[in-house]
C-alpha cells in the first residue's frame, strides 16, 4: 500500500504563489510516476503535472511555464511549485503515484485564488 499525504494548499491572491508538497510512504516502488491533478467545481479532474523517477516530466499545455514540478526521490516527495496564479486555478489538487498496474491518490488539498 501506498500512502500519499499533501501539503500547502490555501488562499492566495490573484499574481501569487503556493508551493504544494506530497510525501509518499509505504511500497512505493523503485520506478514510478508522481504527479498532480486538479479538479475545479463541476469540472473533470485533469493533470496539471508529473515526474518520473527519472526526472521526465509532463505538463499540460495551459500551465507551461507558470507551474513546476520537482521530486526529491530520496524522500519520496514531489513538490508543484505554481506562480503567477490565477482564479480559474481554484481547485483540489491531488497527488497521485502511479507504478505498473497501481494508481493511488491523496485526500487532496484545496487552493483557492480570489481575484
Known amino acids: 500500500q501506498v500512502q500519499l499525504v499533501e501539503s500547502g494548499g490555501g488562499l492566495v491572491q490573484a499574481g501569487g504563489s503556493l508551493r504544494l508538497s506530497c510525501a509518499a510512504s509505504?511500497?512505493?516502488?523503485?520506478?514510478?510516476?508522481m504527479g498532480w491533478y486538479r479538479q475545479a467545481p463541476g469540472k473533470q479532474r485533469e493533470l496539471v503535472a508529473s515526474?518520473?523517477?527519472?526526472?521526465?516530466?509532463n505538463y499540460a499545455d495551459s500551465l507551461k511555464g507558470r507551474f513546476t514540478i520537482s521530486r526529491d526521490s530520496g524522500k519520496n516527495t514531489v513538490y508543484l511549485q505554481m506562480n503567477s496564479l490565477k482564479p480559474d486555478d481554484t481547485a483540489v489538487y491531488y497527488c497521485?503515484?502511479?507504478?505498473?498496474?497501481?494508481?493511488?491518490w491523496g485526500q487532496g488539498t484545496q487552493v483557492t485564488v480570489s481575484s
Open positions: 509505504g511500497s512505493t516502488f523503485s520506478s514510478n510516476r
Open positions: 515526474i518520473t523517477t527519472g526526472g521526465s516530466t
Open positions: 497521485n503515484l502511479y507504478a505498473y498496474v497501481y494508481n493511488y
